[in-house]
């Protein structure tokens, strides 16, 4: 049974980007002009780890019937 997967990883990653690149516009003008963007990866990091975590719950789902089925 899986805990994390890819998708779930890549969602963390980019959040923890997002996260840095923000807080370096707050220290810096010239990153502070593509704060727009940082909070586009801060969203699609979002979206990663919820596809993942739908991913695991779906995979858990199907490996729960798959096993009743059989008895």
Same mark, same amino acid.
């Given at each position: 049974?899986?805990?994390?997967?890819?998708?779930?990883? $890549?969602?963390?990653?980019?959040?923890?980007?997002?996260?840095?690149?923000?807080?370096?516009?707050?220290?810096?003008?010239?990153?502070? $002009?593509?704060?727009?963007?940082?909070?586009?990866?801060?969203?699609?990091?979002?979206?990663?780890?919820?596809?993942?975590?739908?991913?695991?719950?779906?995979?858990?789902?199907?490996?729960?019937?798959?096993?009743?089925?059989?008895?």
């Amino acid at each position: 049974m899986e805990r994390i997967n890819g998708e779930t990883i $890549t969602g963390i990653a980019l959040v923890i980007l997002a996260v840095l690149f923000i807080y370096a516009a707050t220290a810096n003008k010239t990153w502070s $002009t593509i704060l727009p963007a940082d909070y586009l990866i801060l969203a699609i990091g979002g979206a990663f780890i919820i596809l993942g975590m739908w991913e695991i719950r779906k995979n858990r789902i199907n490996h729960i019937e798959g096993e009743h089925s059989h008895h």
